[in-house]
């Protein structure tokens, strides 16, 4: 069975400082994996989307790795800000396939940055 | 551009009540998916329609339906509503019928009494 899994749950920072959020995940044969940010209430929102040949991608201050390996991804965070206090989800899609219901959510990180 | 837009934003049902929720995707884009998410857990895949036609049904009840028109907006429709079905239900649009760039609208919050 498909899954992915995040780490930590949730995480508590203080503004201006640097996190990572791990993403773990079972899919194969795998095609793309992507990072989404929710704020509360809110639809989620794209960040980064990597496929299985891409290592690294930035969007600003997120920065996003992969291992498909080690099937592993991490997303950084970099000076962290109040904004950033969200949700953050990884989704995995496998490789071929015609329709969104293969797509696998991670339950999310839920990311709290204080002063 | 705008992007997918839901309404209603929120509403307030009894249990057995039915309920009509709406999506209108990103212009240019065929295929909108409908996904439930329950507080502290992740989407949860109900249905996909592209070109108005079925293309994918997650493990929901009957109670739960859904299509799209011929301008592509989409309609989920649930039934007998019960207090399990409250939750935070979100529509997703993306040009094609795969697994490409999903785009999220802001959601609709049920809440069943």
């Known amino acids: 069975k498909n899954q992915v899994e995040q780490s930590p749950q949730s995480l508590i920072i203080l503004e201006g400082k640097n996190c990572t959020l791990q993403c773990n995940y079972t899919v194969s044969p795998f095609s793309n994996l992507r990072w989404y940010k929710q704020d509360t209430g809110r639809g989620p929102v794209s960040l980064t989307i990597m496929t299985f040949s891409e290592n690294t991608k930035s969007n600003g201050r997120y920065t996003a790795t992969l291992d498909a390996d080690t099937k592993q991804s991490s997303l950084h965070i970099t000076a962290s800000q109040l904004s950033d206090s969200a949700s953050y989800i990884c989704v995995v899609s496998p490789l071929n396939t015609g329709t969104a219901s293969k797509l696998t959510f991670g339950t999310g990180t839920r990311l709290q940055v204080t002063l | 551009d705008a992007g997918v837009t839901q309404s209603p934003t929120h509403l307030i049902k009894t249990r057995g009540q039915q309920v009509t929720l709406r999506c209108s995707p990103i212009s240019g884009h065929k295929s909108v998916s409908w996904y439930q998410q329950v507080l502290g857990q992740g989407p949860q895949f109900i249905f996909q329609?592209?070109?108005?036609?079925e293309r994918g049904r997650g493990n929901f009840p009957d109670r739960f339906s859904a299509r799209q028109f011929p301008n592509y907006s989409s309609e989920l429709n649930v039934n007998a509503l019960l207090l399990g079905d409250s939750a935070l239900y979100l529509c997703?649009?993306?040009w094609g019928q795969g697994t490409y760039e999903q785009y999220f609208g802001p959601g609709t919050r049920l809440t069943v009494t």
């Open positions: 997703a649009s993306s």
């Open positions: 329609y592209y070109e108005k036609e």
